[in-house]
């Protein structure tokens, strides 16, 4: 069965940090982009960050550049998210998701993504 899930969302104060994972099962991450998307509710679905499994190419949401880095590891076929000094607004359900390309460039935010997880919560208090 193929599958993504996601863990290590939690509750955590402000300037804190958190280390997303994406896991995939059933499949390789090896052609994929895989990206991280957030929603808060009441919000629109928002784009985070985005790397290539291939190459490692990675982009970055304004929202979350300088205080965030994505990563993967081949041996785990996983992706990571690390996320430091959160902030309130940082809080949301972050969902990964992957899709099968040859390459990574600037219009990953509307991807048509092949597979997606379900979610793990990010909570930030104040």
């Known amino acids: 069965e193929v599958q993504l899930v996601e863990s290590g969302g939690g509750l955590v104060q402000a300037g804190g940090s958190l280390r997303l994972s994406c896991t995939a099962s059933?499949?390789?991450?090896?052609?994929?982009?895989i990206a991280w998307f957030r929603q808060a509710p009441g919000k629109e679905r928002e784009a985070v960050s985005c790397?290539?499994?291939?190459?490692?190419?990675?982009y970055y949401a304004e929202s979350v550049k300088g205080r965030s880095t994505i990563s993967r590891d081949y041996g785990e076929n996983t992706v990571f998210l690390q996320l430091n000094s959160l902030k309130p607004d940082d809080a949301a359900v972050y969902y990964c998701?992957?899709?099968?390309?040859?390459?990574?460039?600037?219009?990953?935010?509307?991807?048509?993504?092949?597979?997606w997880g379900q979610g793990t919560q990010v909570t930030v208090s104040s």
């Open positions: 998701a992957a899709e099968r390309r040859p390459y990574l460039d600037r219009n990953w935010p509307k991807y048509d993504y092949d597979y």
């Open positions: 059933g499949f390789s991450f090896h052609q994929y982009v």
């Open positions: 790397i290539s499994f291939r190459d490692a190419e990675e």
